[in-house]
C-alpha cells in the first residue's frame, strides 16, 4: 500500500477514534452532562449579573453545552431574561427581597419569576456569592429535569451548615474501603503539580451543596500535620476555596509526639498543648478558611486521650482550644468500643456522662447505626441523648458493607430511614434530622457526613450507580427532608440524558433503585442479622468465620449467636439490655418480640428457629423466603436494565449489565452460605418452593478472595 494511502487511514483512524472518545460515555461527567439531545423547555432573551463570576460563568458555561451558544449579556431586563445577583445588584434590590433573603442566610437562595414593568424575570439572588453558586446550581438542576416554568418560586437554605465529606485517603494514595481506584489526591505531585480533577471535584460537590472536605483518612498519618504536608494541602485548598469548600484534616493525637518530639501527647501538658496552638496557628497562615480537624481517638488500637488517663473531653478540648481563636471546629468521633460489654452499648456507655462538658466549637461525630455501618442497623441511641452537645451523623457513603462497587445499591432509602427515625427524646417527632440540625435543641453548630467513594476511576465511584449515592449524600445534607424517590428521580434524569428521559422505562429504573437497598439486606443479613461479613474485607459471607485470637466481637458469631436453640442477639432487658438505651415507647418495642419491627428482630432478640412470625410462618422459613427474595429482586433488576438497552448508551449500559451479573451471582452466594450453613443449626429443610443450593458449603467455606482493595 502507498504511502499516501497510508496516512489517510491513519488520518480516518485518528478522526474517528477521537470523535468516539468525545461521545464517549464513560460516567466522567456525572450528573452535570447538559447534553443538547434534550428538549427542556426553558428559552432566556439574555442574562444579567456579573460577569467573571463563578456564578456567572457556571450557568453561561452550561447554557453553551446545553444550547451550543452562550446567553447574551444584558445592561438592562428585557422579557424573559435572567437575573444572577447579590443584594449588591440594584434592580435585585429594587426587588424589595433584602429581608427574605437575609433570613436565609449566606448560603441561601431564592430563585423566583418576577413580573417587573410587563417584563417577566427570572431572578436568582442570594445575599453572598455562597448561596448564588448554590442557587444557580439549583436553577440548572431545574432546567436539566425538565421543571422550568415561568412561575418558579423557591426559597432554600441548608439543613446544616457543615456538609462534609470524610476522606478515608492515605498519603500514600490507598484509600482504606475505597472501590474505585486510589486516591484523588496526588499527594507526591502537590503542591507543584494541580490534577485538573481538583477542580471537576469542587465543582460536583458545589453542586450539590457540599461545602467541606476532609482529605484524609481518620486512621491518620501525623505527617499530615508537617511543613511538607501543610502546603500540599494548602495547593488544594486553593482550588476548592472558589467553590466554598472549606478543607479540614483529620489528626492523629499523638503528633505533638510523634511529629513534634515531645515526650508524651498528654492533653493536660502545656508544652502539648502549645505545641496544638502552634500548629493551629501554622495552619491557618496558610489556609485561613481552614475549617478544622476530625479526630479518631481511642478507637481501633488508635492513640488518644486514654492512653495518659485523661478523658475524651480533656482531649477534645484542648484541640478546640487551639482552633477556637481561628473559628475552626474539632469533630470528635464516637465511634469508640473497648471490649468489654455489647459492642452496640459501648459508644453511649462512653459519651453519655461527657453531656455539656465540651467546649462550644466540638461536635461528636457519630455513625448511623450503634455498630458500624451495617446494611442494616437500627439508628445510633446517642442521637436524642446528647442534649448539651451537638452530634453530627456520619454516613457511609462507599459501599463497605454493601457489595461495595460491584453491587447496585441505592443508600438514600437507609439514610432517610435514619434521618426520619424518631428518637422520642423531645417527645413525639424528634427525629434524627431535627435532632441533629438545630431544629430541637437549637445547636450554634450543625453538621453531616459521608465516608466518600471517590476514587480515580474514570467514572470516579466504580460503580455507576453508585455516583447516585454521592449525590444523593449532598442532596440530603441540603435538604434532610427530601425523598429518596425525589433524589434517585433527580439523578436519573441528569445522570442518563437521552430524549427518552420521561419514557417509562426510567420509572423501572427508579423502582430498581428505590428497592435497591432492601433487596442487598434481603440477600445478605436480612431480619435484624448483622456483621457476618468475610473477615476484614468484608466482601462476601462468613458467617462461619472463627479467626484464633481475634477479638471475639470482630467476629460474626459474635453477632448472630447460631445454635441449635434458635439465632440472634439478645439486647433485651434480660439480656446485654441495650433496649434500655432508647427512650419510651421504643426501648419497650424493641424488648418485645411481638412489636419489635421485623427489620430488627435478630438485633435485638435470641428467638427460636421455630420463631412464629408476623407473617406466620417460622423464623426460619421466613429467612429462606427472605433470602430467595433478595436474589428475585436482582434477577428481576437485570431484566429491568436489559429492557433499557435502546435508552441508554453502550458503554454505560454493558458497564451497568455485567456488574449485574456480578451481583446476581453474589446474591446467590450470599444465600447459599447463609441458609446452609444456619441449617446446620436449624436442622430444617429449605422449604421445597425456594430454588435449592446451587454450592456446597464446604465449598463455599474455602473461598478466600484476594481482593485489591482489601484492608
Ligand atoms: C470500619 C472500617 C475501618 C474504619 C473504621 C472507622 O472497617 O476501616 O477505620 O470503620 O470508621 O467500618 O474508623
Known amino acids: 500500500m502507498c504511502l499516501k494511502y497510508k496516512k489517510s487511514i491513519f488520518l480516518c483512524c485518528f478522526v474517528l477514534a477521537t470523535l468516539f472518545r468525545l461521545n464517549a460515555e464513560d460516567g466522567n461527567r456525572l450528573w452535570l452532562r447538559f447534553n443538547q439531545t434534550v428538549n427542556r423547555n426553558c428559552h432566556f432573551s439574555g442574562i444579567l449579573g456579573q460577569s467573571g463570576s463563578l456564578p456567572f460563568d457556571e450557568f453561561q458555561s452550561a447554557w453553551n453545552d446545553m444550547n451550543g451558544t452562550e ?38 437562595f431564592i430563585i423566583r419569576s418576577i413580573n417587573k414593568n410587563g417584563k417577566r424575570i427570572t431572578v436568582v439572588a442570594s445575599i453572598a456569592d455562597n448561596g448564588l453558586l448554590y442557587g444557580v446550581y439549583h436553577l440548572l438542576r431545574i432546567i436539566q429535569t425538565n421543571r422550568f416554568s415561568d412561575n418558579l418560586d423557591v426559597a432554600e437554605k441548608p439543613s446544616y451548615s ?54 484524609n483518612n481518620v486512621n491518620a498519618s501525623p505527617k499530615v500535620l508537617s511543613v511538607e504536608y501543610l502546603q500540599k494541602v494548602k495547593a488544594i485548598a486553593d482550588v476548592l476555596r472558589p467553590f466554598h469548600i472549606r478543607v479540614y484534616l483529620s489528626i492523629n493525637f499523638s503528633s505533638p509526639k510523634i511529629l513534634g518530639g515531645l515526650p508524651t501527647s498528654d492533653p493536660l501538658d502545656k508544652n502539648v498543648r502549645k505545641w496544638w496552638v502552634d500548629k493551629a496557628s501554622e495552619i491557618y497562615k496558610l489556609i485561613p478558611d481552614f475549617g478544622g480537624f476530625l479526630v479518631k481517638a481511642n478507637s481501633e488500637g488508635l492513640p488518644g486521650p486514654m492512653d495518659y488517663g485523661r478523658t475524651h473531653v480533656d482531649g477534645a478540648n484542648m484541640i478546640a482550644d487551639a482552633l477556637k481563636p481561628h473559628g475552626g471546629i474539632v469533630m470528635w468521633r464516637a465511634f469508640v468500643y473497648e471490649p468489654g460489654d455489647d459492642r452496640a ?35 445510633s441511641p446517642l442521637f436524642g441523648a446528647l442534649k448539651k452537645t451537638p452530634i453530627m451523623p456520619e454516613l457511609q457513603i462507599t459501599q463497605e458493607y454493601l457489595g461495595q462497587s460491584n453491587h447496585l445499591v441505592f443508600l438514600s432509602p437507609m439514610w432517610e430511614e435514619c434521618l426520619d427515625a424518631d428518637t422520642y427524646c423531645n417527645g413525639h417527632g424528634s427525629t434524627i434530622g431535627k435532632v441533629t440540625d438545630g431544629t430541637i435543641f437549637g445547636n450554634k453548630i450543625s453538621a453531616i457526613a459521608g465516608v466518600s467513594n471517590i476514587g480515580e476511576d474514570t467514572n470516579w465511584c466504580g460503580h455507576h450507580f453508585a455516583q447516585a449515592n454521592w449525590y444523593a449524600f449532598g442532596r440530603l445534607a441540603w435538604n434532610n427532608t427530601l425523598t429518596s424517590e425525589e433524589i434517585a428521580d433527580e439523578w436519573i434524569q441528569q445522570t442518563f440524558q437521552t430524549p427518552q428521559i420521561q419514557n417509562t422505562e ?30 476484614s474485607h468484608h466482601y462476601g459471607p462468613e458467617p462461619w468465620c472463627d479467626i484464633p485470637g481475634a477479638r471475639p466481637d470482630w467476629l460474626p458469631k459474635y ?37 419489635c419491627p421485623d427489620k430488627y428482630l435478630l438485633w435485638f432478640h435470641h428467638l427460636s428457629w421455630d420463631y412464629k412470625m408476623k407473617s406466620g410462618k417460622t423464623l426460619w422459613d421466613e429467612m429462606c423466603y427472605t433470602y430467595d427474595e433478595g436474589v ?70 474455602k473461598i478466600k478472595l484476594d481482593l485489591k482493595h482489601h484492608n
Not at 436453640?565 to 439490655?577: E, L, Q, V
Not at 435508552?647 to 447459599?672: H, T
Open 162 to 215: 457543615v456538609r462534609i465529606l470524610n476522606h478515608w485517603d492515605n498519603l500514600d494514595g490507598t484509600v482504606e474501603r475505597g472501590y474505585a481506584g486510589r486516591s484523588i489526591w496526588k499527594w507526591d505531585e502537590l503542591p507543584a503539580v494541580i490534577s485538573p480533577r481538583y477542580k471537576v471535584y469542587a465543582r460536583a460537590n458545589a453542586s450539590i451543596g457540599i461545602n467541606a472536605t476532609v482529605l
Open 345 to 379: 452499648k459501648l459508644a453511649y456507655k462512653e459519651f453519655i456522662n461527657f453531656d455539656g462538658q465540651f467546649r462550644d466549637n466540638v461536635i461528636i461525630q457519630v455513625k448511623n447505626g450503634p455498630i458500624d455501618f451495617q446494611p442494616r442497623e437500627p439508628f
Open 632 to 701: 428475585k429482586e436482582v434477577r428481576e433488576y437485570q431484566k429491568i436494565w436489559d429492557k433499557a438497552e435502546n435508552l441508554i448508551d453502550a458503554q454505560r449500559f454493558a458497564e451497568v449489565q455485567s456488574k449485574l451479573r456480578i451481583q446476581a451471582r453474589d446474591a446467590v452466594w450470599w444465600k447459599d452460605a447463609c441458609l446452609l450453613y444456619f441449617q446446620t443449626f436449624s436442622k430444617q429443610p429449605i422449604p421445597y418452593e425456594i430454588e435449592r443450593p446451587v454450592h456446597d458449603l464446604d465449598e463455599l467455606k
Open 506 to 535: 426510567f420509572e423501572t429504573i427508579l423502582k430498581m433503585m428505590l428497592t435497591s437497598h432492601q433487596t442487598a439486606v434481603d440477600y445478605m443479613m436480612p431480619l435484624g442479622l448483622h456483621h457476618i461479613f468475610a473477615w
Open 559 to 595: 453477632y448472630h449467636n447460631a445454635n441449635e436453640a434458635g439465632i440472634g442477639f439478645d439486647r433485651t432487658t434480660k439480656g446485654s439490655d441495650a433496649v434500655s438505651q432508647y427512650y419510651t415507647p421504643l426501648k419497650e418495642q424493641f424488648n418485645d418480640p411481638a412489636l
Open 71 to 108: 446567553l447574551v449579556a444584558l445592561k438592562t431586563a428585557t422579557d424573559n431574561s435572567l437575573l444572577i445577583g447579590t443584594l449588591k445588584d440594584k434592580t435585585i434590590k429594587s426587588f424589595g427581597l433584602s429581608k427574605e433573603l437575609k433570613a436565609l442566610g449566606k448560603e441561601g
